[in-house]
């Protein structure tokens, strides 16, 4: 899931809502069944294959200052983490990004492997699974100029990879300025390379690749939702955008919060494969292969 | 769960019956749901926060061999360890331990809280709780001798605590020479000393502890379903004996098992939360506060 | 090693550095040499297992900001850690800790034990040992109140368990208000009540005690340099201070610091086990059995 | 360092000798300096990036039994690694392999990085450097076959990938049927590709790759000792061969160990970058681009 908006406790975004990321780490409600995977994936609702966050710092008068996004990851679950416990209380940031992983077979649990990746001034996180990976890794790699073959962090992730393959063509990854706009949908952006690649190896158009790709560079925030095949439904996506983002009552480690709706505009907007609030009038699905633009 | 029987890889009991521990460590059937626990342990279905195997080592010529069990335990899950997974079909052992874990709070997740736990030529595992542990832990750890007290690898876990605890009086866990036995049950030996406690600690009955222990010298293996309230159901807890313990085809990475019951009488038991095998007249349940002796 | 001033990235105290703790975490040359300690411990040079940070937080608009220090800590060495590496450059705080561990024989590795350590609005740390902690133990526990007792992140840690005692006491962590001060030098406050524990033991004189402690609200920091024997030279400890802390030039990972002196007073401290600048002029060695009040 | 000889406890090699390669990880006294690493690697006697120990299960009985070698690898230094500690005690096998590691730049401190690594029925294991890796990674990627491509387990080691390439070309690694042989010294096989591919990328003569590998299939073992430039040293290797390996006397957790020469010839061989026992007239030294083949 992600947020945009005005700074705010990383815990106000993944940990305290009661129905956080932390919650859909052991018990996610959309995940598409699968039965080919192994059964802890296939069955659809546990990520406890490690977990990340990444967030941009604020502004700061520090001369020796990084301005790049941050990104902390671990391999054990997300509901029993102390660092995360601890961090997530403490950090503020206008943009935050959580990620729970299930590892797929021949992508092994490593921080390495965590989403989201930090890129130069990029974040990135991927829900999905690029079809057949292990099969055309060695295709998608070659597509890659030098550079981005020796940024990409891990070749043992279909995700990383495919950062490595969005970071090549730099497709869509223009800021707008000042943020956050009000969101607007446009045609997903091209995808193509991984399907022809896909096709010439001889994969059927039946293996279906999920690429729901969420990027951001601290001002803007692009968010994808796509499926390879016409027949197949996509991952879950979601987006809910507002005035403010507020917490019902103070007190309590959990609780739940909402959206507010006043005459100043959207300046909040958050993206999450399934709502992090309560209330489902918050929460917008974003249609089949199309970009949701922050 | 637990095998005695003879010698067989870890794997066969721990990793590739379709049922295995492993599957448990992501889909529990059986555990009581508790809404007063934090949502991951409260649903019931979860037990990721580390894992551990425990064996007793086959018989050896070498003169510096170490005849105590070993054990291997790690805080990531169970269902995607590859030292797990290399080591499990490479050890053979005639007593295999495994256990998955469910954090309760203030027990941390570390390789130190999970079980099974070692401790000289006994190995000893613990599903349930004790209740009001917290408020109760140090009028437990009052109760042992020094000896005792000194041995006792974190305090920070009912389930250790309560093997210091078990260590104290010895109770119960004398070796009944070769075997397997027949298993035979007797009524739970004297878990009382903790009860006792959480009355002087002001806790209500309706506080329920569940002590659900297994212990194993290599030889013989005690195995106890305890509630400390008439009014509750225990953990869940069965057992399984034959003359043999088969794979139903030698083919592929998971697969079926079941026991054998021929005129040679009993040489196999395991004990388990959830049947491991698919053949439901393989599995017995032990009666509520019963010990099973094998 | 601690830094109060004003706000820095972590970064600059902990990694950037020419003689920064990671260095002295794999090069540490002022520990002393022990010869019955294991040879890892004895030789002298080795803190590798595990290591922690600590901050307070800037100030925050947040209706929902914790006050709190933050901690964050990793059982890895801290010299290869993607964590604090990402970290260390993205926050900022006007007091850090940070500290590299050697675990001592029947204090296990693992994130509770490695420091600092967190305690409602304070942050603590500690270099050193306390002799015969296996001994001893029962009766340093025997001494703590309930809600301390309980309170307590560790029992498999001497300073772990030292930080209760402290905290029991209250001794000498009073706020001194607005911060840094010009560091002033005072009697080390009592730690008699182990001394006499260990006496009652029947633990030698010669058994050394080593109590290094740095803690912190947030606003005033104090360190002890204490060794319980006249006749032993205690851990090193050295402070710097001045009107800034600064680095000579900003290009590069890393760089050598140094501090300013100007007649704004001063407005920077530093403490820690070995000087962290290269220029020796900048700091002095705190001396034996001394707190420092900052 | 690695053993071929009849089965042993792994602790016997890995961490009872008193100067074991427990000891090596962070006390390494031959290890070559190079100002150009950073400090923690140039500096040269550190090793605690993870560990691994690798060894050939003994013969089974069991149907289900796996015959390939096993590995257990882990991220925190060797010398305080509880599950190494209680996994060495009990485990035996006539071929044994440890590797403590010290983690290049660009190659992350992660279980897949570390060595030993298992192929097939192969184990094996690097001391050294690619020199260039990250330049020439691509190439030396280029010339690897499909399946050997995809059965590497990292990218992200330049030992990983030139496994990928020894396996290629399975260069030397044919078995010389009932073990261990009298040692023998070849010189060493074709190792010529990489060097190739680093010229071609421009790279300088004195950029100097250092490849002592260590390969066993179960029966026959091969060590290399190989540098680039004729203008250098090698990394240092050292056998030591006899009629049998015995500890001086049995009492206490560690201990020296030493070569009997019995009429009855060679039965026990150990390579290992220092010497393991102190008996220095044991251990000879291999010469520089030569192969030990045992």
């Keep these: 899931m992600a947020y945009i908006g005005p700074p705010i406790t990383v815990a106000d975004v993944v940990v305290r809502p009661s129905r956080s990321i932390i ?15 192994p059964f802890h994936l296939g069955y659809g609702n546990l990520n406890g294959d490690g977990f990340g966050i990444g967030w941009f710092p604020p502004d700061s008068a520090c001369a020796t200052a990084d301005h790049t996004p941050c990104v902390f990851t671990s ?11 601890r961090l997530a209380t403490k950090l503020e940031s206008g943009v935050i990004f959580a ?9 092994p649990v490593s921080e390495a492997n965590c989403h989201p990746f930090q890129w130069g001034r990029y974040i990135f996180m991927h829900n999905g699974v690029v079809a057949g990976f292990m099969q055309i890794r060695r295709r998608l ?9 020796n940024a990409v962090q891990s070749f043992h992730s279909d995700s990383a990879v495919r950062l490595g393959d969005a970071g090549g063509h730099r497709s869509g990854i223009k800021s707008r300025g000042t943020a956050p706009h009000s969101p607007s949908l446009a045609l997903s952006p091209p995808l193509r390379p ?7 190896a001889g994969m059927a158009p039946s293996d279906v690749s999920l690429l729901n790709f969420v990027v951001s560079d601290g001002r803007s925030l692009i968010a994808t939702r796509y499926v390879s095949s016409a027949d197949e439904a996509p991952a879950s996506l ?19 919060y909402h959206l507010l709706y006043s005459d100043k505009g959207s300046r909040v907007c958050l993206v999450a494969s399934e709502p992090v ?4 009038h918050d929460w917008c ?8 633009v922050v």
């Excluded at 990620?99 to 992508?107: I, L, S, T």
């Excluded at 790699?141 to 073959?149: K, M, N, Q, R, T």
């Excluded at 991984?194 to 010439?200: P, R």
Aim: proline content about 4%.
């Design 23 to 37: 919650k859909q780490s052991y018990d996610a409600r959309e995940r598409r069944n699968d039965s080919s995977l």
């Design 75 to 85: 391999i054990t679950p997300a509901w029993n983490n102390d660092n995360l416990n």
């Design 99 to 107: 990620h729970v992983r299930a590892a797929y077979p021949g992508m």
């Design 141 to 149: 790699l070659a597509e890659l100029g030098d550079a981005v073959y």
């Design 194 to 200: 991984a399907c022809s690649i896909q096709a010439e």
């Design 238 to 256: 979601y987006y809910a955008e507002g005035s403010a983002y507020e917490r019902e009552q103070l007190s309590g480690e959990e609780g739940d």
């Design 277 to 280: 609030t309560s209330a489902a």
């Design 285 to 292: 699905e974003v249609p089949a292969n199309t970009a949701l």
